[in-house]
């Protein structure tokens, strides 16, 4: 399937009950070639009226990461397991990603990246092991099929909890540490 009919086909999907209450399909951005693919859980208020992932003050946080470490938004791709707005924010319900991970399946085939981060437990339960503790593991590197896959905090997480800003920042320079060292080994 190629980007095209792949986003007409999320922006008109009525597959679980989440299409009701979204004001837009909040399908995805950014390169679509990129080395780096972040993947969040569901949108928030912001991206549900604007359409895009990672706008809000979550979003800003992350961007200000991105920065520290080097890595600009525009070499990345942001999706999230869901769609559309779960109300008033409350964690995804397994149905809901079932009924919307095909979408983010073919994302990852159209991009084809070298690394995949979760950003955030549900992400990462869903992702990586359903058993995924964020408080461990985050940062630890994980091999799924033919991706190299680790979990970060949630920026909202980090919003509410700011002394754990700086093992986010450990760990978004081992991601761009990772990616170096994987474009060094090919070159
Ligand atoms: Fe479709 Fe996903 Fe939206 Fe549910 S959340 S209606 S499966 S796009």
Request: glycine share 6%; proline share 6%; hydrophobic share 35%.
């Amino acid at each position: 399937m190629d980007w095209e009919t792949l986003e007409k086909q999320c922006a008109d999907c009525t597959a679980c009950p989440l299409h009701k209450t979204r004001t837009n399909c909040v399908f995805g951005v950014g390169n679509r070639n990129a080395e780096l693919m972040l993947v969040g859980e569901a949108p928030g208020e912001q991206e549900d009226l604007s359409g895009t992932p990672f706008v809000g003050r979550a979003g800003q946080l992350l961007d200000k990461f991105l920065l520290a470490v080097g890595i600009p938004r525009e070499n990345v791709y942001i999706a999230n397991i869901l769609k559309c707005r779960p109300p008033q924010n409350r964690d995804p319900q397994p149905d809901e990603e079932d009924a919307c991970i095909g979408y983010l399946r073919e994302q990852v085939r159209l991009i084809r990246p070298r690394v995949i981060v979760c950003l955030g437990r549900v992400s990462a339960m869903r992702l990586i092991k359903p058993d995924f503790r964020i408080t461990k593991e985050h940062g630890e590197w994980f091999e799924k099929g033919s991706y190299l896959m680790t979990a970060v905090y949630h920026p909202a997480y980090l919003l509410r909890d700011p002394r754990k800003k700086e093992d986010m920042l450990t760990d978004m320079k081992r991601i761009r540490e990772k990616l170096e060292e994987m474009r060094e080994k090919e070159a």
